[in-house]
């Protein structure tokens, strides 16, 4: 098993839609999380980062972790035709660590 | 916030010659930097990782001799591929560690090699 999955996708709504990106991690020491987007031919930008379990929002951007059944989201609400990008989620193993990303969903979103 | 500059951000290159690839934490003192190659459609590949004034560490199958780091300052990290082919074109794509937030990206070098 990977240590940072993320197995759905590619993910298509419509715009005005509120899009759901899970991830999942196995490794229960896992302590931060973070979400990246990322545009074709461009690097990746981070859109949010979560440490505490339960909701952190920002904007349109909601990250929800929970530490118990190892999965953390990122829900994008009133979905964009410009967040059709790929979404990275990742996580490292301590600080200033190498990241372990997944590998990646890609949302595209219907205007 | 916390900047990371790359450049250049495009390079053609003949192949045989060497390129360098320059990261530049603008606010704030990266300690460490990692170094990415991104091929298209696929996913981000470590290559290396590197702290300042040490020696990189680099992946499983990456050829140090041939992808030379340097990390020189908490500011700056540069990669350079020696005797550039073309399979060595891709998109090369630095991250710092350090700042506010985490792991911030440099905006990425695409190196082409004729």
């Known amino acids: 098993q990977k240590e940072v999955e993320q197995n759905s996708g590619p993910l298509s709504v419509p715009e005005g839609a509120i899009a759901s990106l899970n991830c999942t991690y196995s490794?229960?020491?896992?302590?931060?999380f973070f979400w990246y987007r990322q545009y074709s031919g461009k690097s990746p930008e981070l859109i949010m980062f979560?440490?505490?379990?339960g909701d952190k929002e920002d904007g349109r951007f909601t990250a929800q972790l929970n530490k118990a059944s190892q999965y953390v989201s990122l829900l994008i609400r009133d979905s964009q035709p410009s967040d059709s990008a790929t979404y990275l989620c990742?996580?490292?193993?301590?600080?200033?660590?190498?990241?372990?990303f997944g590998k990646g969903i890609t949302l595209s979103v219907r205007p | 916030g916390a900047v990371v500059s790359q450049h250049p951000s495009w390079v053609i290159c003949k192949s045989g010659t060497s390129v360098k690839i320059e990261c530049r934490s603008l606010?704030?003192?990266?300690?460490?930097m990692f170094w990415y190659r991104q091929f298209p459609k696929q996913s981000l590949m470590l290559m290396a990782t590197?702290?300042?004034?040490?020696?990189?560490?680099?992946e499983q199958g990456v050829e140090k001799d041939k992808f030379l780091i340097n990390h020189a300052s908490l500011t700056l990290s540069t990669l350079t591929v020696t005797s550039a082919h073309p399979e060595d074109s891709s998109f090369y794509i630095c991250?710092?560690?350090?700042?506010?937030?985490?792991?911030?990206f440099g905006s990425g070098t695409r190196l082409t090699v004729v």
């Open positions: 490794d229960r020491g896992s302590q931060s």
């Open positions: 990742a996580s490292p193993k301590g600080t200033n660590s190498k990241l372990t």
């Open positions: 606010d704030f003192q990266a300690t460490t």
């Open positions: 590197s702290n300042e004034g040490s020696k990189a560490t680099y």
């Open positions: 991250s710092a560690a350090g700042g506010n937030y985490g792991y911030t």
């Open positions: 979560i440490y505490s379990n």
